[in-house]
């Protein structure tokens, strides 16, 4: 035992040298950039996501599950009523509607902008299917849209699986299985298309991002870059941002997975740290708006020169 000991506290600096690391990137945080009313707060911060106004949607374990703002913050709704366990992401698809993943429900929900809810994804009562199931998902994480409204699911924490659904909601295809392997995953912790279609998943246990064709089809690998536990996609500039939850920070990739620098000071409570980056999204202006889980609250970069 001890023998195990001293060789995994040799083996430990050698791990730390193989992630990689960048530059500072010229971004710079909005203070208090989320305008809440008076006495209101958010609970832990899972998702966010902008829709085709560059307006910013919070997903979050609050009293408030749901809050609009305008890209200057300004609260514009909150939804009086949101059906879930516990929030995990959140996207919105091509036609405007909101989707949320309900990750201890094990459900995908679709509704529309003003919170009326049209189409669950789910087990009656909500209870958790298994890797073959169609219908139902087991700690599910996170959705992503194709241009014409079909949609995939990652799931998750237990069925370590991508499920693809058309827009009706009806389950097409899905590819993984629990391991460590090329196709295989740990926790599929997010999902995200580039501009080509190609598939990039988080598999955050296994500290890398795997890369598929649409249909499932395994074509390579990202590693050293942490863990990713959100991943998003810029079109403006054909790169990939990661919150490595791990090590407390945002990182900018090319779509080779080369590191092009690093957003964020670090591990802290005040503005411009990190404590638990999970999801982020990204405006038409470049704007990137980071979601944490222990700091509760949602932040807004902008880049800089």
Known sequence: MIKQILFVAALAPALMAQLATGPKLPYKVVDNWAKLPKGWNFGEVSGVAVDKND????????????????RDGKMLQSWPEVPIVSSHGIQ?????????V????????????????????????????????????????????????????????????????????VWQMQWGSKGTGDGQFDLVHDVVLDGKGKVYVADRSNNRVQIFTEDGKFLSKWTNLGSPWGLAYSTKENVMFLCDGVNNRVIKVDMNGKMLGEIGGGLGKTSGLFEFPHHMAIDSQGAIYVAEIRNWRVQKFVPGK
């Open 102 to 169: 309900d990750v201890a429900g094990h459900a995908v929900m679709k509704f529309t902008r003003e919170g009326k809810l049209l189409m669950v994804i789910a087990n009656a009562g909500k209870t958790a299917g298994d890797n073959q199931s169609k219908t139902a998902f087991n700690r599910p994480t996170g959705l992503r849209f194709f241009p014409n409204g079909d949609f995939l699911v990652s799931d998750g924490y237990v069925n370590s699986r991508v499920a693809k659904f058309g827009k009706d909601g």
């Open 92 to 100: 919105i698809d091509p036609d405007g509607n909101v989707w949320l």
């Open 55 to 70: 307006h910013v949607w919070v997903f979050n374990r609050g009293p408030h599950g749901v809050v609009e703002f305008d």
